[in-house]
C-alpha cells in the first residue's frame, strides 16, 4: 500500500475539474470543427463533401458517367469517412438539388428529392449520381493526379486509419464559397454564407485581383429567386460582417373563375414550401386566415421548381393578405452573414474582401505548385529523350542493341554511360525502352517532341517566377467560368420602405335622421 501511495503521489497531478473538462472540450471543439463542421476557405469543401467528390473522381465518375448511389456510399464510407452512409448520402444528395444550389456539385437523372419537397428524395439503392461538369472542371480537370505521393499541388494526410492519403483540401479552380448558400453550426462556432450570382462574383473577383481595395457591391442570389427587400443594408458589403439579409418568397397573382389566386413560385433558402403550405392551412382552420378559401401545392418542371396556390375570397386584396403571411409564416427570412472557414489547421473569420483576397492567395500558390509538377516531369521526359536522340544520331543502334543483349541490367548500364556519354539516370532509362522505340522512324518525332518540351518548359519557367502572369491566367479561367455557367440574375433587388400597419378590416358609418351605425367590411 505505502509502494502504490508513493507511486500515485509522484505521477498524479491535482487539478480543478471544471478546468479539465474546459481545457479538454477547447480541444475537441477547435478538432470537430476543422475536421467536421466548417468549410475550408480554398474549395469551399466540409471535408466529408470533399471526400464524397474525390471518391467520385478515383471512380470515374464524371462526364456523364454516373453509378448507383449505394456503391458511391460504400466506397467513401471505406475508404474515407468512417460514418454512417446514410450521413453521406444526405450531403450527395443536397449538393445535387438544384433548387438548393445556384450551381450544383453532384447531378442525377433520379429522384433526389424536389423542390416542393426536398425531403422526399429516394433510396440510396433506387438513384445514382456522378461529378457535375462545374464540380469536374472546378477540382478535378487540370489536376488529375495519379498517385498522392507523387503529387504536390495540395497537401495531403492520412485517412482515418492509415492506409490511404486524402488531400487536405482540393485544388479548386473557381471560388466555390462564393456561390452557394451554407449554414453550419460548430461547437462555439458557426458560418453562415451568402450565396451570389456566378457572373457577378467572378467579376468582383477579377477587380480584386486587379484592384485589392476596389469598391464592389454585391447582392446575394437566391437559388430560386426570391426577393431581397433591404438593398441599403449590404452598403459595404465587402468589408462589414454580421450584415443581415432579408429575404422574401416570390408570389403572383392571378385570376381564375373570378377570384384571385395567390401564386407562391419561390421560397427563402432552406425554407420548403410543403412546410409553408402546411403553416398556412393551420392559421386557416385557427381563423386567422379568414380571407383565404383554399390551398394546394406541387411541384413542377420534373421537380426543379413547385407552385403554391393560394384562393382569395372575393373582396380581400392579395396583396394585404402577403403580408399577413410575411410576419406569420417563414416566407420572409433573415440571414446573417458570417464568413467563418478553416485556413489550414485555424479557424478564422473574415470579411468577404479578405476571404476572396486569402482565396486568390491560394489559388496563385496551387499553380505554381502545379507548374513546378508540370516542369519536374517535362524535364524528366526531355532527359529521357536526349540520350534516344542521341544513340539514334550516333549510327551505332547495333552496338547499343548488342550491349543490352549481352549485358546484365547494371553491367548493360554501366557500358551506356560508357559508351554514348550518358547519365546514370538516362542510361537506367534507355535499357528499359523497347526496340521498336529505336526506330530511325522515331528520330523526327523524338526531335519535335523534345523541341515543344523545350519551348514549354521556358513558359512554365516564367510562370512561375511571375505573379502578373499567374493574375492573368486566373482571370482567364474566371471569363471561362462565367462563359461555360453564367446564368442570368433570379433575385429582384429592392429596398422596402417602413412598414405600414394594415389592419385586418375597415369601418365605416353610416349616418341617418335616427342613428349612427358602424359596419365592418373587409
Known amino acids: 500500500i505505502k509502494k502504490l501511495t508513493s507511486f500515485i503521489d509522484k505521477n498524479t497531478t491535482e487539478m480543478d475539474p471544471l478546468e479539465y473538462n474546459a481545457e479538454k472540450m477547447a480541444v475537441y471543439a477547435i478538432n470537430v470543427n476543422i475536421k467536421r463542421y466548417i468549410s475550408e476557405i480554398k474549395d469551399g469543401l466540409k471535408p466529408v463533401q470533399r471526400r464524397l467528390l474525390l471518391s467520385m473522381y478515383e471512380n470515374k465518375l464524371y462526364n456523364g458517367k454516373r453509378s448507383k448511389s449505394s456503391q458511391i456510399m460504400g466506397d467513401v464510407v471505406k475508404k474515407y469517412h468512417p460514418h454512417s452512409p446514410d450521413s453521406v448520402y444526405g450531403v450527395m444528395v443536397n449538393l445535387g438539388q438544384t433548387w438548393r444550389n445556384n450551381v450544383s456539385l453532384v447531378e442525377t437523372k433520379t429522384n433526389f428529392g424536389s423542390a416542393y419537397d426536398p425531403d422526399g428524395y429516394a433510396a440510396d439503392r433506387y438513384t445514382?449520381?456522378?461529378?457535375?461538369?462545374?464540380?469536374?472542371?472546378?477540382?478535378?480537370?487540370?489536376?488529375?493526379?495519379?498517385?498522392?505521393?507523387?503529387?504536390?499541388?495540395?497537401?495531403?494526410?492520412?485517412?482515418?486509419?492509415?492506409?490511404?492519403?486524402?488531400?487536405?483540401?482540393?485544388?479548386?479552380?473557381?471560388?466555390?464559397?462564393?456561390?452557394?448558400?451554407?449554414?453550419?453550426?460548430?461547437?462555439?462556432?458557426?458560418?453562415?454564407?451568402?450565396?451570389?450570382?456566378?457572373?457577378?462574383?467572378?467579376?468582383?473577383?477579377i477587380q480584386l485581383i486587379e484592384d485589392p481595395n476596389a469598391d464592389i457591391m454585391l447582392y446575394p442570389e437566391d437559388p430560386n429567386g426570391c426577393t431581397l427587400i433591404n438593398k441599403k443594408d449590404l452598403k459595404g458589403i465587402l468589408d462589414k460582417t454580421d450584415i443581415k439579409v432579408r429575404m422574401r418568397a416570390r408570389y403572383d397573382v392571378s385570376h381564375y373563375n373570378g377570384k384571385d389566386v395567390i401564386e407562391i413560385v419561390a421560397v427563402p433558402y432552406e425554407v420548403q414550401p410543403i412546410t409553408i403550405k402546411e403553416a398556412i392551412q393551420k392559421l386557416a382552420e385557427k381563423g386567422e386566415l379568414p380571407e383565404i378559401s383554399d390551398i394546394d401545392g406541387c411541384s413542377e418542371n420534373f421537380g426543379k421548381t413547385f407552385r403554391i396556390s393560394i384562393e382569395v375570397k372575393k373582396g380581400y386584396d392579395p396583396h394585404a393578405i402577403m403580408t399577413k403571411l410575411y410576419k406569420k409564416t417563414q416566407l420572409e427570412q433573415t440571414f446573417v452573414m458570417k464568413y467563418a472557414f478553416v485556413n489550414g489547421l485555424e479557424s478564422v473569420d473574415y470579411t468577404l474582401r479578405i476571404a476572396i483576397l486569402e482565396w486568390l492567395r491560394f489559388r496563385r500558390q496551387t499553380i505554381k505548385r502545379m507548374y513546378k509538377i508540370r516542369r519536374v516531369n517535362n524535364l524528366k521526359r526531355m532527359h529521357f529523350l536526349e540520350p534516344l536522340i542521341k544513340v539514334l544520331e550516333s549510327g551505332?543502334?547495333?552496338?547499343?542493341?548488342?550491349?543490352?543483349?549481352?549485358?546484365?541490367?547494371?553491367?548493360?548500364?554501366?557500358?551506356?554511360?560508357?559508351?554514348?556519354?550518358?547519365?546514370?539516370?538516362q542510361a537506367e532509362k534507355i535499357v528499359d525502352v523497347k526496340l521498336s522505340q529505336l526506330s530511325m522512324d522515331k528520330?523526327?518525332?523524338?526531335?519535335?517532341?523534345?523541341?515543344?518540351?523545350?519551348?514549354?518548359?521556358?513558359?512554365?519557367?516564367?510562370?512561375?517566377?511571375?505573379?502578373?502572369?499567374?493574375?492573368?491566367l486566373i482571370i482567364k479561367q474566371l471569363r471561362e467560368g462565367i462563359e461555360k455557367y453564367g446564368t442570368p440574375r433570379k433575385t429582384k433587388i429592392t429596398q422596402l420602405i417602413d412598414s405600414v400597419q394594415i389592419p385586418d378590416t375597415f369601418h365605416y358609418l353610416i349616418f341617418t335622421n335616427r342613428y349612427i351605425k358602424k359596419k365592418r367590411i373587409n
Open 443 to 472: 528520330l523526327k518525332e523524338y526531335k519535335s517532341e523534345l523541341t515543344d518540351l523545350i519551348e514549354e518548359d521556358k513558359y512554365l519557367s516564367e510562370m512561375v517566377q511571375s505573379k502578373k502572369k499567374i493574375n492573368k
Open 396 to 425: 551505332e543502334i547495333d552496338k547499343f542493341v548488342y550491349i543490352i543483349r549481352h549485358n546484365n541490367s547494371d553491367n548493360a548500364v554501366k557500358k551506356i554511360m560508357k559508351e554514348f556519354d550518358l547519365t546514370d539516370y
Open 128 to 205: 445514382d449520381g456522378g461529378l457535375s461538369e462545374f464540380a469536374y472542371d472546378c477540382f478535378f480537370k487540370d489536376w488529375k493526379f495519379t498517385s498522392p505521393k507523387d503529387d504536390m499541388t495540395v497537401d495531403w494526410i492520412d485517412n482515418y486509419d492509415g492506409s490511404y492519403l486524402e488531400p487536405m483540401y482540393l485544388p479548386a479552380k473557381y471560388p466555390l464559397f462564393l456561390l452557394n448558400w451554407h449554414k453550419s453550426m460548430g461547437l462555439g462556432r458557426y458560418t453562415s454564407t451568402i450565396g451570389f450570382n456566378l457572373i457577378e462574383a467572378f467579376e468582383a473577383v
